[in-house]
């Protein structure tokens, strides 16, 4: 069955650096993209980016453009997101989600999704 | 900027009504690039509905979706106790890939 398992909460200074990981099984990893989501509790999911797990190409979010990478190695069949230069307000739960079908821009429904990562941002 | 405005903001109902759920778009966006999603505490988001008004798999028939241009809806034609959580929409079609705030039913 498709699992997407992500790595665990994280708690890091503003200033500071995170990656969060999101391991796939179950499928093939390289026909369908990861989007990377997140969500303050108490709030609507937001949209940060998706990178194609076939050619690792790209597209953020405009408000993350500047502090956010998304790789992935297929060897590992594993995602990362990493986000930079941490603010208070970078306090929230991290998804990543996988395509419904493959795509080159990532411009489908999300059908199975990581159990969500919290990194907590305080001093 | 392109934004997703859901209501009710909160819809109290009783296990057995139907819940009727809608998904306003700031313009008209193509039905392909719809998607429902619910959450319940604690989980993450869980596919609903996509391309407007098809049932991803294993969601039961009493969820449909329907809608074209800037309006949306999602019905739930008979509660049942698991179907108490928040529902979402998204739309992705154009960058960046939005949700909207949110449809919250509860117990009344």
């Known amino acids: 069955q498709v699992q997407l398992l992500q790595s665990g909460g994280e708690v890091r200074k503003p200033g500071a650096s995170v990656r969060v990981s999101c391991k796939a099984s179950?499928?093939?990893?390289?026909?369908?993209?990861i989007t990377w989501v997140r969500q303050v509790p108490g709030q609507g999911p937001e949209w940060m980016g998706w990178i194609s797990t076939h050619n690792g190409h790209t597209f953020y979010a405009q408000k993350f453009q500047e502090r956010v990478t998304m790789t992935t190695d297929t060897s590992t069949s594993t995602a990362y997101m990493e986000l930079r230069s941490l603010r208070f307000d970078d306090t929230a739960f991290y998804y990543c989600?996988?395509?419904?079908?493959?795509?080159?821009?990532?411009?489908?429904?999300?059908?199975?999704w990581g159990q969500g990562s919290l990194v907590s941002v305080s001093s | 900027e392109f934004v997703l405005t859901q209501s009710p903001g909160t819809l109290s109902l009783s296990p057995g009504e139907r819940a009727t759920l809608s998904c306003r778009a700031s313009r008209s966006v193509s039905s392909a690039y719809l998607a429902w999603y619910q959450q319940k505490p604690g989980l993450a988001p869980r596919l609903l509905i996509y391309?407007?008004?098809k049932r991803a798999t294993a969601v039961p028939d009493r969820f449909s979706g329907s809608g074209s241009g800037t309006d949306f809806t999602l019905t739930i034609s008979r509660l049942e106790p698991e179907d108490f959580a928040v529902y979402y929409c998204q739309h992705h079609g154009d960058l960046p890939f939005t949700f909207g705030p949110g449809t919250k039913v509860d117990i009344k």
């Open positions: 989600a996988r395509d419904r079908v493959g795509s080159y821009t990532g411009n489908t429904a999300l059908d199975y």
């Open positions: 391309e407007s008004s």
């Open positions: 179950g499928y093939n990893f390289n026909t369908y993209g």
